[in-house]
């Protein structure tokens, strides 16, 4: 499967001093090989972490499809 990714991840602070940090991302699947010749699709993903707690609050969804 061939795809494409952009996402960005933020840091911040909040106004009483906890950091937090958030990543967004979005993949489009682009096409494939074999029995994937022709995929199509999305994927979005969210998702909040911090490394100090060994946190990592995952969202994922995708849709996709396979043209003829």
Do not use: A, C, H, M
Not at 12 to 19: A, L, P, Y
Not at 25 to 32: H, I, M, Q
């Amino acid at each position: 499967i061939f795809s494409e990714f952009n996402g960005t991840s933020l840091t911040f602070t909040d106004s009483n001093g906890k950091k937090e940090s958030r990543f967004t991302g979005v993949t489009r699947y682009t096409g494939g090989t074999g029995r994937y010749k022709g995929i199509r699709g999305l994927s979005r993903e969210t998702s909040k972490f911090d490394p100090d707690r060994k946190l990592n609050q995952l969202s994922y969804e995708s849709e996709y499809w396979i043209e003829k």
